[in-house]
């Protein structure tokens, strides 16, 4: 436990000895009226999604990434939530909006939001995790920056409505099993979901606490948790049931895992227990020797995270680290721990532990399952390397 300030080696120098008058007491700041929607302040004007242009060949289909390094908590801001989609975020006007469901219920059914609204409103903290999170390290440590290793990764609040509380207003016949959802872009992009994935489905309209953002799915969407992010479809306007998948193009051509020996998985929809360190990381070098206060994020779609073990020497050592507070199932989970750093070398690894027992894989197991092309679902123990320096560098480590 740290006793002093001094242990912090922070508050050093003469010129901290003598209070200042700093320059922002002598003059009136920014009125109210200055900014009718409130917005990040100047100097944090860095901390903005990125793309990484080689991944995809136009930003209509595209991915955006989450600056993690940069966040504090668990909720993810709107404005830095990933975006990934395939033919650019529509404009509709809510008023215009359709929900219809269809298929093996005994009363189709046509709603307007406002009808939607009728139902019990609910909110769920959960996070969002696009499957092909981490496809940027598959291969090797080609790219160096947090934001682009894990940044297909967001936690939100989410409200609206219960799915199941809709379909079973619409009244589901037997031998219903599978839903298609259908979104309302110029892809047309559609998923299979099986009927017992909808029981913690929502269909949100609401995004910590304002109406989702356009590029989110606005103005419907559905909110799947624990599931990988292709299945959330966005601006969501049809849902079939049906009694087997559709396997359409999204789930056959892309979102499939091919194995080592030739053959695909179909449909693994969880996202598997996950964690990496935001601080330090490559965007959060060391500035210098003494305690650090390292932090990360922990996340399973089976449901808790109960614990985190950090490593710094690759492996072959373990302590574990505080587990902040909510802790939520299927949702992020922030963990901290404090470090004293002398200038030495380190291997950084964290390892999450979930509810269900479920613990993160190394590199070499994750490979062996997965082999040279199974860039979905990939939740393999990630490593940095702190030089002595301060730098942070992605490496791996078998």
Not at 83 to 90: C, D, E, T
Not at 249 to 263: C, F, M, S, V
Not at 346 to 373: C, F, H, I, M, Y
Request: glycine share 10%; with cysteine.
């Amino acid at each position: 436990m740290l006793r002093s300030a001094a242990a912090l080696a922070i508050g050093t120098g003469a010129g901290m000895a003598r209070a200042e008058v700093p320059p922002a007491m002598t003059r009136p700041g920014r009125g109210v009226d200055a900014a009718p929607y409130g917005l990040p302040s100047p100097h944090e004007k860095s901390v903005v999604r990125r793309l990484l242009p080689r991944m995809f060949s136009t930003p209509l289909s595209a991915v955006s990434f989450t600056p993690l390094a940069d966040l504090e908590g668990v909720i993810t801001p709107n404005g830095l939530h990933f975006v990934r989609h395939h033919a650019g975020a529509p404009d509709i006007a809510p008023q215009s909006h359709r929900l219809l469901i269809h298929g093996l219920v005994k009363r189709p059914t046509i709603f307007r939001l406002d009808d939607l609204r009728r139902f019990p409103i609910h909110s769920r903290i959960c996070f969002i995790e696009c499957a092909g999170n981490g496809a940027p390290r598959w291969r090797g440590p080609t790219v160096n920056a947090v934001r682009f290793t894990h940044g297909m990764l967001s936690c939100s609040e989410w409200t609206g409505v219960r799915l199941m509380d809709v379909l079973e207003y619409c009244g589901l016949q037997d031998g219903a099993a599978w839903l298609l959802t259908e979104g309302a872009d110029a892809a047309g992009f559609a998923r299979s979901l099986p009927l017992e994935l909808a029981e913690e489905a929502l269909l949100a309209f609401a995004q910590n606490g304002e109406a989702i953002r356009p590029e989110q799915g606005y103005p419907l969407r559905l909110v799947v948790p624990g599931v990988e992010g292709a299945a959330h479809v966005k601006w969501l306007h049809r849902i079939e049931v049906g009694d087997k998948p559709w396997m359409t193009r999204e789930e056959t051509a892309r979102y499939a895992d091919l194995r080592p020996d030739g053959k695909a998985d179909l449909f693994t929809f969880v996202q598997e227990v996950n964690s990496v360190i935001t601080s330090p990381s490559p965007e959060r070098p060391l500035p210098g020797k003494g305690v650090h206060q390292l932090s990360g994020l922990a996340w399973s779609g089976h449901g808790l995270i109960t614990a985190v073990d950090v490593s710094f020497d690759g492996g072959m050592n373990w302590r574990p680290a505080r587990l902040q507070q909510p802790v939520l199932p299927k949702s992020l989970t922030r963990f901290r721990l404090p470090v004293n750093w002398r200038g030495e070398q380190w291997l950084l690894q964290s390892r999450a532990v979930d509810e269900k027992g479920n613990v993160q894989p190394t590199l070499a197991a994750n490979r062996r399952l997965k082999g040279e092309t199974g860039i979905y679902h990939n939740n393999s123990i990630t490593t940095w390397r702190v030089a002595k320096d301060g730098t942070v560098r992605h490496v791996e480590v078998d």
